[in-house]
């Protein structure tokens, strides 16, 4: 993911000129998105191909892409998802666990983790049971740790818990993206690039997985940044903010008179 913002990025910058002509400016980036996009669906992985997507389609967009030009790509984007979705018979019964996890059917299948989310977070109601008070990541919810820890912080802290986690994530998304601005204003387009790639990625990530949390969005592997259980990934995200720091401090030097 972060390879990607900073190839997106860099990219952007390097194409500047003809990034109104759609097969020398966006073909050559949609190619990369595809090979690791297939890379990845080999394993499979779908939720880090759609936040590798909409990062490369973010960074395009705020680029300076022609607004019709984006619509295509944006409309290919989703077409190619729903045939993905549609030709897989293991992602279709999510998206039907999905829409009746309490089912005979699906309770004890593939709609088990999101109905025992949703157990989760009605049992936290306003204020919640308590730290350390949860059942459900003792027994029952699976993941707990990683894909489904907003449902076990909202049984814990309540919808008070689960609101300020949103509102946090909203503000570190918004001051990412400010940032990005700043440089780029600065004429420091590939920071400023790079620094608001890395806030589509945060805050599509969160918001996917908080909508899966919730029962708004169907069940994928994405923890939530910066807060769920991972080495790896926790790594690449402090790395990413700060790439963003770095960014922000340059920004304050140049808008001091200083130079970088």
Sequence with gaps: KLAMVLYAASYMVRKMEIKERFFRAVAPMGIAVFVIGMLLLAEPDMGAFMV???????????????????FVIATL?????????????????????YLDPFSEEHALGKGYQLSHALIAIGRGEIFGVGLGGSVEKLHWLPEAHTDFLLAVLGEEFGLVGVLLIIVLFLWLTRRIMHIGRQAIALDRVFAGLTAQGVGIWIGFQAFINVGVNLGALPTKGLGLPLMSFGGSAMLMDLIALALVLRVDYENRVLMRGGRV
């Design 77 to 97: 984007v989703v077409a190619a998802f729903a045939l993905i979705i549609a030709t897989s018979q293991f992602r279709r019964e999510r998206i039907f666990a």
């Design 52 to 70: 590798i997507a909409v990062i490369a389609m973010g960074i395009l967009f705020l680029g300076g892409v022609n607004a019709r030009m984006f």
